[in-house]
Nanobody
Framework: QVQLQESGGGSVQAGGSLRLSCASS????????MAWFRRAPGKGREGVAA???????IYATSVKGRFTISKDNAENTLYLQMDSLKPEDTATYYC????????????????????WGQGTQVTVSS
């Protein structure tokens, strides 16, 4: 079993930056893909970015060019660098992990992930 814990959320003004972290523990050797999702008030969960075991990454169109996903395998930590933040980025952000090596059209769908963190709140004011 894998445990995930997010941190780094907060409140910033539009145009600002935040870096989210996700520390993983437990059976981390089973993890292949990891991802960030978000849920805005009144909306469904949205895939933001994902990274595979080789470091390849994909992004949602809404964040491409502004967000960067990365990981530190030695520290078992996933990151999401968020720059040029917009009010519409306001949401609870979750990290997720999967044992699947599939990395394609469904990689930013929540059904592809079995392990989830509790979430961290990001609020962007205009």
């Amino acid at each position: 079993q894998v445990q995930l814990q997010e941190s780094g959320g907060g409140s910033v003004q539009a145009g600002g930056s935040l870096r989210l972290s996700c520390a993983s523990s437990g059976y981390t050797s089973n993890i292949s893909n990891m991802a960030w999702f978000r849920r805005a008030p009144g909306k469904g969960r949205e895939g933001v970015a994902a990274i595979d075991s080789d470091g390849a990454s994909i992004y949602a169109t809404s964040v491409k060019g502004r967000f960067t996903i990365s990981k530190d395998n030695a520290e078992n930590t996933l990151y999401l660098q968020m720059d040029s933040l917009k009010p519409e980025d306001t949401a609870t952000y979750y990290c997720a992990a999967s044992r699947s090596r599939y990395f394609g059209d469904y990689t930013l769908q929540d059904f592809a992930y079995a392990s989830w963190g509790q979430g961290t709140q990001v609020t962007v004011s205009s």
